[in-house]
């Protein structure tokens, strides 16, 4: 699968997905697009948007999405915290539909 890793993910964490193209939003050339245009230039080339962003599913409209959106929720964006998480996107890669948003990870109350 192509998989994009959000500017907000460390760029290191496309080594835990192994078998998958993986590309940083930094890679290409994409740093400076506002959510809502990053989501329409995925329609074309991206399978699965991979992001910290909780929020995103509110502030935009996911209707027009034509890919897979796992969004990884953790106390922190660093690195040795995010790798725990991605045994747990590989195994809901393959068995997720297009246009649907997952959460991985914990919820802090």
């Given amino acids: 699968m192509r998989v994009l890793l959000d500017e907000c993910l460390p760029r290191k964490l496309k080594y835990s997905l192994d078998g998958h193209e ?3 939003v930094q890679e290409r050339g994409w740093s400076s697009k506002k959510n809502g245009e990053l989501l329409r230039l995925m329609n074309e080339s991206v399978d699965v948007f991979l992001t910290s962003d909780q929020n995103l ?3 935009q409209d996911l209707s ?3 890919y897979r959106i796992i969004v990884l929720v953790a106390r922190d964006n660093r690195l040795p915290t995010l ?7 590989q ?3 393959p068995l ?3 246009g649907s ?9």
């Fill in 22 to 24: 993986v590309t940083t």
């Fill in 57 to 59: 599913r509110y502030q």
């Fill in 64 to 66: 027009i999405i034509r």
């Fill in 83 to 89: 790798q725990p998480l991605m045994p747990q996107v």
């Fill in 91 to 93: 195994q809901a890669l």
């Fill in 96 to 98: 997720m539909l297009p």
């Fill in 101 to 109: 948003v997952i959460e991985i990870g914990a919820h802090e109350d």
